[in-house]
T-cell receptor, first 116, second 112 residues
């Protein structure tokens, strides 16, 4: 079974600073990896996904993530954060099982606070 | 295009009551799922469906029932609510197997 660890529960950065959110996964085969963002009181919005191919993937809102198989990591980055990026971020690993069932396992989430 | 719609947004129940959380999607997605979100635990899969008439259990299915009579709807039933089921519930759908899931805005449920 797959698992995901987000080591940082809460991160605070200054507006304009760079950001890196960590994600480590455990899965026996090539995983499907996702980053979602959740604003307060809202559902989850997909930022980016990795299925195969280029290990550096670009997402919405200026985010990118790099898949590193040797480190079992899929860290999320942004070169310069904006106050509107304050939210909770979830990393997830997916596996497609019988009959096309997609089993998503989520990390615990990282809450991002932006200092003005 | 509404996407994934969940109703109600908020609900308070007493222990032992039953209720149904509604989920509908208008994207003709085959795959639908229910998650619960609890502080510090991320989202955990309750039940899922790969198409009309087909459902299966996820990681935390106890106390919940589902059915899938149409492609569009995937209701979640609490048969006898317990305080441990106080949570935020999210419904999601995907086109098929490995495609990203689209989430509803959630139902915040409190069991007293």
């Amino acid at each position: 079974a797959q698992s995901v660890t987000q080591p940082d529960i809460h991160i605070t950065v200054s507006e304009g600073a760079s950001l890196e959110l960590r994600c480590n996964y455990s899965y026996g085969a090539t995983p499907y990896l996702f980053w979602y963002v959740q604003s307060p009181g809202q559902g989850l919005q997909l930022l980016l996904k990795y299925f195969s191919g280029d290990t550096l993937v670009q997402g919405i809102k200026g985010f990118e993530a790099e898949f590193k198989r040797s480190q079992s990591s899929f860290n999320l980055r942004k070169p310069s954060v904006h106050w509107s990026d304050a939210a909770e971020y979830f990393c997830a690993v997916g596996a497609v099982e019988s009959q096309g069932a997609q089993k998503l396992v989520f990390g615990q989430g990282t809450r991002l606070t932006i200092n003005p | 295009n509404a996407g994934v719609t969940q109703t109600p947004k908020f609900q308070v129940l007493k222990t032992g009551q039953s209720m149904t959380l509604q989920c509908a999607q208008d994207m003709n997605h085959e795959y639908m799922s229910w998650y619960r979100q609890d502080p510090g635990m991320g989202l955990r899969l309750i039940h899922y469906s790969v198409g009309a008439g087909i459902t299966d259990q996820g990681e935390v299915p106890n106390g919940y029932n589902v059915s899938r009579s149409t492609t569009e709807d995937f209701p979640l039933r609490l048969l006898s609510a317990a305080p441990s089921q106080t949570s935020v519930y999210f419904c999601a759908s995907a086109l098929f197997g490995n495609q990203p899931q689209h989430f509803g805005d959630g139902t915040r449920l409190s069991i007293l």
